[in-house]
């Protein structure tokens, strides 16, 4: 480990890279599970980088018959209020980018529900969080990174202890998801997401990032002092937490960016 980088990093050539090594080990996992007589538990996220992973599980199943019947899921986040069906829904997403495509039983997928009326929300929350408990815990959870270094939709503020709950959103996530939405103004502010509670509790933790545009906030998870005003950096206090980024996302880390400073470990 480099004495500058407080969570284990792995730099890789190209982005197909990241989704080999995340979905090897997820393969791996659920065939170890199996082979067990056991379930494996994968935490999920949505957004532009994880879609080689779920290409790649894809190919497994197809081409190696990687089976998901032994596989239960959480999502980590879903926009608030949102409609399962529409094109902007992590739904919809996860049933287009994966299930749709493996042998999951639709009875152990779960993502929040963003239809859930204002009554309802914190009950549905509550459950989400049992729901994970009874399954006993989440085996491996996949993480994207936010500009505003938020894991999940737990935006700065958000506190090491937080649970699954309903948030507002950053205004530079809602920025981030403007064109997604054509206009800013039709990005909901609200979303359901998993707490840093919740997260830190799964036993392996995938975090990835890729382009340019993440290479400060990457630097400043992976390097940086732990603060809630960056969820990621949370992240440090995790046993078993691997970031992985391609090079342009991790041009700003020291070994990249200034290495006659590193010191020697
Ligand atoms: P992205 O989103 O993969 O679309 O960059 C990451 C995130 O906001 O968590």
Known sequence: MYSHERIRTVIVDEHDD??????GRIAALIRERAAAGQRAVLGLATGSTPIGIYRELIRLHREEKLSFANVVTFNLDEYYPMDPDSIHSYHR??????FDHIDID???VHIPAGSASRDQVNDVCDRYESAIRRAGGIDIQILGIGKTGHIGFNEPGSGVDSRTRL????PVTR???????YGEENVPREAIT?????????????IIATGEHKAVIVRRAVEGDVNH????????RHPATTFYVDRAAGA???????????DEV
């Open 175 to 181: 920025k981030d998801a403007a064109a997604d939405f």
């Open 194 to 206: 998993m707490g840093v509670a919740t997260i830190l509790e799964a036993r392996e933790i995938a």
């Open 167 to 170: 948030v507002m959103l950053d």
């Open 93 to 98: 997403y996860m049933w287009e980018n994966l």
């Open 18 to 23: 990241i989704a080999r090594l995340v979905a």
């Open 252 to 262: 700003a880390l020291t070994r990249i960016a200034t290495p006659w400073l590193l």
């Open 229 to 236: 005003e960056v969820a990621a950096t949370f992240l440090q």
């Open 106 to 108: 639709p009875a152990n």
